[in-house]
């Protein structure tokens, strides 16, 4: 059996019904819990835990990734080209994003059609 969205094949057991469709864990899990850049209160919450504490939001090693090579690039990077490069599943590399974007460390622009993520 696969997975009805990636196509990854899968035991039965693994996978689960969402709307019709049969989907791997990962697949189940963002069509649950889609991660979103645009989210007020996680922005919100992000500066708020910075001015009470005095400190700088920590970020993780693919966050700095994401940062380090968005640096090289300045015009900005499509997703799956970031995800190639860092060879890490689109999936994970939109979570990542999405927390980068709370923490105002990048956005999203379009430039030709195309979606580009940027520096802030």
Same mark, same amino acid.
């Given at each position: 059996?696969?997975?009805?969205?990636?196509?990854?094949? &899968? %035991?039965?057991?693994? !996978?689960? /019904?969402? *709307?019709?469709?049969?989907?791997?864990?990962?697949?189940?899990?963002? @069509? +649950?819990?889609?991660?979103?850049?645009?989210?007020?209160?996680?922005?919100?919450?992000?500066?708020?835990?910075?001015?009470?504490?005095?400190?700088?939001?920590?970020?993780?090693?693919?966050? &700095? %990734?994401?940062?380090? !090579?968005? /640096?090289? *690039?300045?015009?900005?990077?499509?997703?799956?080209?970031?995800?190639? @490069? +860092?060879?890490?599943?689109?999936?994970?590399?939109?979570?990542?994003?999405?927390?980068?974007?709370?923490?105002?460390?990048?956005?999203?622009?379009?430039?030709?059609?195309?979606?580009?993520?940027?520096?802030?």
């Amino acid at each position: 059996m696969q997975c009805d969205k990636c196509n990854q094949p &899968a %035991k039965k057991e693994d !996978l689960h /019904k969402h *709307n019709g469709s049969l989907l791997c864990e990962e697949c189940y899990m963002d @069509a +649950l819990s889609p991660a979103r850049n645009c989210d007020p209160w996680a922005s919100r919450s992000a500066k708020i835990f910075v001015r009470e504490t005095g400190s700088i939001a920590a970020i993780n090693e693919t966050q &700095a %990734k994401i940062l380090g !090579l968005l /640096k090289r *690039n300045n015009g900005g990077m499509e997703v799956p080209v970031i995800a190639e @490069a +860092l060879e890490i599943a689109v999936f994970d590399l939109k979570r990542e994003i999405a927390t980068l974007h709370h923490l105002e460390k990048v956005k999203h622009r379009n430039k030709d059609g195309k979606v580009l993520v940027t520096l802030w």
